[in-house]
């Protein structure tokens, strides 16, 4: 038999079902939202425009970056000489090493003559760390090959 104390103590106290809380009750903790606390809405707003002007800057930056070389003549020509001639971006960049290591005014250089490629190619790999100078080399075949072909 149960013990008589439970039985009371069942009695005194008989399990209800828990009624949903009200819609005070739910929004009780959320009254900070709803405040108008002097310090409160400027904060949250210098908080977003701070954000908004940090990614601005960010994009301005990157938009900088990627347009730095093609503002100028001779660069803004090759280029459209080589989105033309189809030339992915890593070659054009490769090619802009090789011209500024030459001290070529210009990498349209390279791409008007064959044996101008050649030459200056090779100065350009025997410049290079004995780690790089193949990859570069297959590159700059690679790409002497399309362009001469």
């Given at each position: 038999m149960m013990p008589s104390w439970i039985l009371t103590l069942a009695l005194q106290s008989p399990r209800t079902p828990k009624t949903p809380p009200t819609n005070e009750e739910i929004f009780t903790n959320w009254q900070w939202i709803t405040d108008t606390k002097p310090l409160?809405?400027?904060?949250?707003?210098?908080?977003v425009i701070g954000g908004v002007l940090l990614i601005l800057v960010i994009v301005k930056i990157?938009?900088?970056?990627?347009n730095t070389n093609r503002k100028d003549g001779p660069m803004l020509v090759f280029h459209q000489v080589a989105k033309q001639m189809e030339l992915d971006i890593s070659t054009q960049w490769l090619l802009i090493r090789v011209s500024?290591?030459?001290?070529?005014?210009?990498?349209l250089t390279l791409l008007i003559c064959g044996s101008t490629f050649v030459h200056h190619s090779k100065a350009y790999?025997?410049?290079?760390?004995s780690h790089r100078q193949k990859q570069s080399l297959a590159?700059?075949?690679?790409?002497?090959r399309y362009l001469f072909a």
């Amino acid at each position: 038999m149960m013990p008589s104390w439970i039985l009371t103590l069942a009695l005194q106290s008989p399990r209800t079902p828990k009624t949903p809380p009200t819609n005070e009750e739910i929004f009780t903790n959320w009254q900070w939202i709803t405040d108008t606390k002097p310090l409160m809405s400027p904060m949250w707003a210098v908080i977003v425009i701070g954000g908004v002007l940090l990614i601005l800057v960010i994009v301005k930056i990157v938009e900088r970056m990627r347009n730095t070389n093609r503002k100028d003549g001779p660069m803004l020509v090759f280029h459209q000489v080589a989105k033309q001639m189809e030339l992915d971006i890593s070659t054009q960049w490769l090619l802009i090493r090789v011209s500024q290591q030459q001290n070529l005014p210009t990498p349209l250089t390279l791409l008007i003559c064959g044996s101008t490629f050649v030459h200056h190619s090779k100065a350009y790999v025997k410049s290079l760390p004995s780690h790089r100078q193949k990859q570069s080399l297959a590159q700059l075949s690679k790409t002497h090959r399309y362009l001469f072909a």
